[in-house]
């Protein structure tokens, strides 16, 4: 039996109790009690009545860069952290969304270098762009953006990565994250991947 049957069972109880003592005892003070154990008994009863909802944290999504052999399997892991573990979706649109508190990302990855972009993930005060969407001077977005490699999102380096791939491959680019580089990375060696090609390496 579920915990709220054996609940619901003894609301029940509760409320034959009543029941018992309104029908047999004649004393005032004792068929009052009887009253309010009922009324007890039945608020209990539309209460467990309510359909019950468990509020679980979130599944922990794990993603197993062991499996990336192309790029564009890095990229799909990209695309899965970054709408869910990497929250970017919460604020940034790819396209236009009438609610944009920020940047619209459809065609960073062709706009910005990987570098740039890494930047941007870690250390968003580098350089903030602007919103020059609404009347008068540009201003800063209402949101601001978030140190991805750091509490509470922390992403680890190579999810890092694998969003940039995907935010190069939704821009129609050429993906130039290179999967074994990013398989390789050691913590404290992180700028080595994406810097290769560039001299980097
Ligand atoms: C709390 C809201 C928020 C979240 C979450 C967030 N961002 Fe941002 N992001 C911003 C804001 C605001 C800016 C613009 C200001 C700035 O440049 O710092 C920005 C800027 C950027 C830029 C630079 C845009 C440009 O044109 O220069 C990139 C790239 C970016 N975000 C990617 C991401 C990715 C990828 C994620 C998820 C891993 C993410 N953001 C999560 C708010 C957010």
């Given at each position: 039996m579920s915990e709220v049957a054996v609940l619901q069972l003894m609301g029940l109880c509760v409320v034959g109790t009543g029941i018992l003592i309104l029908l047999f005892l004649k004393a005032v003070f004792v068929r009052v009690l009887g009253f309010v154990i009922i009324m007890l008994g039945i608020f209990t009863l539309i209460a467990?009545?309510?359909?019950?909802?468990?509020?679980?944290p979130p599944a922990v999504e794990t993603f197993d860069i062991?499996?990336?052999?192309?790029?564009?399997d890095l990229a799909s892991i990209g695309q899965k952290?970054?709408?869910?573990k990497g929250q970017c979706a919460l604020c940034h649109s790819i396209g236009p969304s009438e609610s944009a508190r920020c940047p619209d990302l459809a065609g960073i990855g062709a706009k910005l270098a990987p570098e740039f972009i890494y930047e941007s993930l870690t250390q968003p005060q580098a350089y903030v762009y602007l919103d020059f969407r609404h009347e008068g001077l540009p201003q800063e977005y209402p949101a601001r953006m978030p140190h991805i490699n750091k509490n509470p999102?922390?992403?680890?380096?190579?999810?890092?990565?694998?969003?940039?791939?995907?935010?190069q491959k939704m821009s129609g680019e050429p993906i130039s994250i290179k999967v074994e580089d990013v398989l390789n990375i050691d913590v404290g060696e992180m700028k080595v991947a994406l810097l290769s090609g560039h001299g980097g390496n």
């Open positions: 467990l009545g309510v359909p019950q909802m468990a509020s679980l062991a499996s990336v052999k192309t790029p564009d952290i970054f709408f869910s999102i922390a992403l680890s380096e190579q999810e890092i990565y694998s969003v940039i791939a995907f935010l």
